[in-house]
T-cell receptor
Framework: KNQVEQSPQSLIILEGKNCTLQCNYTVSPFSNLRWYKQDTGRGPVSLTIMTFSENTKSNGRYTATLDADTKQSSLHITASQLSDSASYICVVSAIKAAGNKLTFGGGTRVLVKP | EAQVTQNPRYLITVTGKKLTVTCSQNMNHEYMSWYRQDPGLGLRQIYYSMNVEVTDKGDVPEGYKVSRKEKRNFPLILESPSPNQTSLYFC??????????????FGNGTRLTVT
């Protein structure tokens, strides 16, 4: 069964500090992996999309890594800001005959404190 | 502005009273889908549409209907809502199929309460 597990479930960090979120998946055959940011009460917004051949992708202070061999990804937030307080969702796409299938992780809730 | 628009944002209804949540996108996207988000369960796909007149079930389709008569609109219909359909609903669209390397664009959600 395709699964996406994220850790930790939640974390609190001080403004200006860095943090790393983890995503482990068992989805196959793999197509791509996405990270989304979801502010409270809003829809998720895409941060990065990585295919099998990409190890690292950045979007401003957000850097995602992918290890397709171990089926792990991480999202690193550099110099956190109060606006980074949100849930971060890892989504993995599997190749299917009738159109690919997305599997969503449960998300990591990040709270940045001043 | 490129966006996915859902209406209404909040909806309170009673068991059995049919309702429709509308979704419209202005980006000429082929792919559209509906999700529900519940605490501890994350986002789960209800239905999706690869193009006009093409729809298919997601992971949790029971109790829902959809239609895709035009490219821009993808309404979610609850013929006989029940309390277990109380949830936060999101519509999303993307340029091509859900496996391609195009991101999903989400609406701002509809919070539905069924009493």
């Amino acid at each position: 069964k395709n699964q996406v597990e994220q850790s930790p479930q939640s974390l609190i960090i001080l403004e200006g500090k860095n943090c790393t979120l983890q995503c482990n998946y068992t989805v196959s055959p793999f197509s791509n992996l996405r990270w989304y940011k979801q502010d409270t009460g809003r829809g998720p917004v895409s941060l990065t999309i990585m295919t099998f051949s990409e190890n690292t992708k950045s979007n401003g202070r957000y850097t995602a890594t992918l290890d397709a061999d171990t089926k792990q990804s991480s999202l690193h937030i550099t110099a956190s800001q109060l606006s980074d307080s949100a849930s971060y969702i890892c989504v993995v796409s599997a190749i299917k005959a009738a159109g690919n299938k997305l599997t969503f992780g449960g998300g990591t809730r990040v709270l940045v404190k001043p | 502005e490129a966006q996915v628009t859902q209406n209404p944002r909040y909806l309170i209804t009673v068991t059995g009273k049919k309702l429709t949540v509308t979704c419209s996108q202005n980006m000429n996207h082929e792919y559209m889908s509906w999700y529900r988000q519940d605490p501890g369960l994350g986002l789960r796909q209800i239905y999706y549409s690869m193009n006009v007149e093409v729809t298919d079930k997601g992971d949790v389709p029971e109790g829902y209907k959809v239609s895709r008569k035009e490219k821009r609109n993808f309404p979610l219909i609850l013929e006989s809502p029940s309390p277990n359909q109380t949830s936060l609903y999101f519509c999303a669209s993307s340029l091509s199929g859900q496996g391609a390397n195009s991101p999903l664009h989400f609406g701002n959600g509809t919070r539905l309460t069924v009493t």
